[in-house]
């Protein structure tokens, strides 16, 4: 009896092990990850260089996402890819954001002046991948099909500007 049961526990954990290689490496969320510059070395990739400027103070915590540009995941509560947290620095920061595989993506940041982790529309900085206007009518939300860009297999770079009230 006993090794029928560890047949057919063994049985379902390879039915198991066999369902999660099927899931694609694409469908994989809210990873906290660490600047790392060497993945946006020549040669290496799917990558982005992000550039972050204007930032208004040394004060608070920079954090940067990536997220799919696609409707269903641009800014959407849970589905960001990748995000970054550092200490803000004022002036330009930079961070190599890696990507799970060629495609179209969308970068987020935001300065959290006081780091208490909580946004404060008053005081705290917002930018997105392709610098789109950000005013009352988008409530901060522009479309995916506005900061979307595409990456291939290497590293591009981009520049966000960072806004503030």
Request: with cysteine; aromatic share 8%; net charge positive.
């Amino acid at each position: 009896m006993k090794s029928k049961i560890a047949a057919i526990t063994a049985g379902a954990a390879l039915a198991i092990t066999g369902l999660a290689a099927t899931v694609p490496a694409q469908a994989q969320y809210r990873e906290k990850i660490a600047h790392d510059p060497g993945k946006c070395a020549a040669g290496k990739g799917p990558a982005v260089m992000v550039s972050v400027t204007d930032i208004k103070e040394s004060k608070g915590t920079i954090r940067i996402q990536s997220y799919r540009a696609t409707k269903a995941d641009w800014l959407e509560k849970g589905r960001w890819i990748y995000r970054m947290e550092a200490p803000a620095k004022a002036g330009t920061m930079r961070f190599c954001m890696p990507l799970p595989k060629a495609g179209h993506y969308g970068i987020a940041v935001r300065h959290d002046l006081d780091g208490d982790g909580e946004t404060d529309i008053f005081g705290d900085g917002g930018a997105m991948s392709n610098n789109p206007s950000i005013n009352i009518f988008n409530l901060g939300k522009p479309s995916y099909k506005k900061v979307g860009f595409d990456v291939g297999s290497g590293v591009e770079n981009i520049s966000i500007r960072m806004r503030y009230r």
